[in-house]
Every structure is written in structure tokens, then in C-alpha cells.
């Protein structure tokens, strides 16, 4: 059945702080989205492409998008989890989600392309990672720390996450759910989450920084 990917774009991109919403902002001249979709289609992996967008920007990520018949636009929701759930609703035929953020606009086709081949091979639930490199600690309210995770048993979790459909389905079923990624609503109904080697590529452009770093890559300048 088809693959099919959903790229949240409808966030305001408030700590990026930039006047446009965060997913039209350029990276390299280019659209984040437009560049997140572009990958998608160079994966050669995914038959469908649902991108969810504020409802004021629908007329332009249509004209911004390639022209092709496999990508769709449909008007995102309030929260991200809200975002999602518009696309897998606008996807009924979907063998496959792939689920990706459009502010992961330079993550290689390749990384897409690893994702789909795990879930087609048969596992229900797909995510990049990578080590991190900072020591990540516990802290309660009042800043004192309660504990120290050993390192070397996390990983940063990146898009796109891979779910066989009726599991992204079933995850979202319930109203009112939250969670800040797809994989985090699996995992709550007790399936396993398979992890895979993630790329520094498919970091997401959250903040300042990060839109120079992403810049930075597409002048050629390096990383
Ligand atoms: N997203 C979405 N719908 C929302 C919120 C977020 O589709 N209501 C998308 C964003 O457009 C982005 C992805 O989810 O591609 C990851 O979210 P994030 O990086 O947090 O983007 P924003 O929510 O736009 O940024 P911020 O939280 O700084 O406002
Ligand atoms: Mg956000």
C-alpha cells in the first residue's frame, strides 16, 4: 500500500521569531517546507505527500509546493499533535506514515529512504536518533537537579518517524492526547519503537541559530 508522508508546517515559529510562520520561512533562498517536501521526493520512497499549513497560507504553499499531483495541502491545527491528525484523516488509503517536520528542511533523502525500508520490512514503528552529546539532567521547579541519565542509554529523537497506518491511527484516536512527538503516542500503547542511526542533517531549525547554521550548509560554507 502507499506511503504516505505528513509534514507538519502549520507552527508559528515563535522561537525563531521571524515575522513569517517558521515553515515559510527561506533557508539557502529556498522555503523550509519546499525543501522538506523536495527531500521527500528525492527519497523515491513515498507515493503521497499531505502538508499541513496555517488555513491563511493554504492558496500560498500551493503556488510555493512542487507542481505535482502527488503533494496536497490541507489546513493544519492549533497544537502539533492537532496537525497530524488533519493529515492522517486526509489519508484513509495510507499503508504507511511517514511523519516529518518541515522545519527539518535539510534532512537527506537518504535518512527518508532508511526509514521506509525499516517499516516495509515489518517494523511498525521507525524513528532517527542520535547520541547526545551534552549530559542531560533532571531538574525540579526550582532548578535543583534530581538526576543524571546515564548518556550512552539516550538519543535525540529526529523526523521522519515511520508508522504502520492503523498504529498511527489507533495512537491518535483519543481526543486530548499530548506528546511531542508521534513515536511518544505509540509507545503509550505499549508497541515497540525501533531506532535507527538519525543524521546531523535532519536537525530541526528551532531558533536564530539554527536558521544560520542551515544557511550556512546550503552556501556551501560547510558544517
Ligand atoms: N507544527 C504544526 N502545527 C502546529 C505546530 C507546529 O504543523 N500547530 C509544525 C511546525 O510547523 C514544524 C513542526 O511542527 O514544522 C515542529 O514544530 P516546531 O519546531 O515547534 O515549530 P513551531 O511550532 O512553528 O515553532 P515554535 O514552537 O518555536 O513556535
Ligand atoms: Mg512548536
Not at 529556498?30 to 491563511?56: K, Q, Y
Request: without cysteine.
Amino acid at each position: 500500500g502507499p506511503v504516505v508522508a505528513l509534514v507538519p508546517a502549520a507552527g508559528r515559529g515563535v522561537r525563531l521569531g521571524e515575522s513569517t510562520p517558521k515553515a515559510f520561512v527561506p533557508v539557502g533562498g529556498t522555503p523550509m517546507v519546499r525543501l522538506a517536501v523536495e527531500g521527500l521526493i528525492a527519497s523515491g520512497a513515498v507515493d503521497r505527500i499531505i502538508v499541513m499549513v496555517p488555513t491563511e497560507l493554504v492558496d500560498s504553499a500551493v503556488a510555493l509546493l512542487p507542481p505535482t499531483g502527488s503533494v496536497q495541502v490541507v489546513v493544519g491545527g492549533a497544537e502539533r499533535i492537532d496537525s497530524v491528525r488533519a493529515g492522517i484523516t486526509a489519508a484513509p488509503d495510507a499503508a504507511y506514515f511517514l511523519v516529518h517536520d518541515a522545519a527539518r528542511a535539510l534532512t537527506p533523502p537518504e535518512l527518508i529512504a532508511r526509514v521506509t525500508a525499516e517499516l516495509r520490512a515489518g517494523r511498525p514503528a521507525v524513528v532517527p536518533g542520535l547520541p547526545v552529546t551534552d549530559t542531560i539532567k533532571s531538574v525540579d521547579a526550582a532548578g535543583a537537579v534530581t538526576g543524571t541519565p546515564e548518556r550512552a542509554g539516550l538519543r535525540a529523537i529526529q523526523t521522519p518517524q515511520g508508522f504502520a497506518a492503523d498504529l498511527l491511527r489507533s495512537a491518535y484516536a483519543t481526543e486530548g492526547i499530548q506528546a511531542t512527538d508521534d513515536a511518544g503516542l505509540v509507545e503509550r500503547l505499549g508497541v515497540g519503537v525501533h531506532t535507527i542511526p538519525g543524521d546531523p542533517l535532519a536537525f530541526k531549525i528551532t531558533t536564530p541559530l539554527d536558521l544560520r547554521l542551515a544557511d550556512a550548509v546550503l552556501d556551501g560554507a560547510g558544517i
